[in-house]
C-alpha cells in the first residue's frame, strides 16, 4: 500500500514538472522573439552605419573643395 506521504509527493512532483515545461516553452518563444529582434537590431545598426560614413564622405568632399560652410 502506498503511504500518503510518497503520494503527496508525487502530487507535487507532478506539478513541478508540469510547471517546468510550460516554463521551458515561455523561454523558447522569449529566445525565438529575442533572436527576432537581435536581427533587426543588425539591420538598424547597418543602416546607421551607412549614414555615418555618407555623413563622413559628405564632411571630406565639402572640406576638399572648400564648400565646407558654417551652420546659420
Partial sequence: MESPHEH???LLLSRI??????????IMVMNKTLQEINIQNMNIELVAQMFKNYQSNVLF???ATDNLK???
Wanted: glycine content about 0%.
Fill in 8 to 10: 503527496q509527493q508525487n
Fill in 17 to 26: 514538472i508540469t510547471n517546468v515545461e510550460k516554463l521551458n516553452e515561455a
Fill in 61 to 63: 568632399h565639402l572640406e
Fill in 70 to 72: 558654417d551652420p546659420a
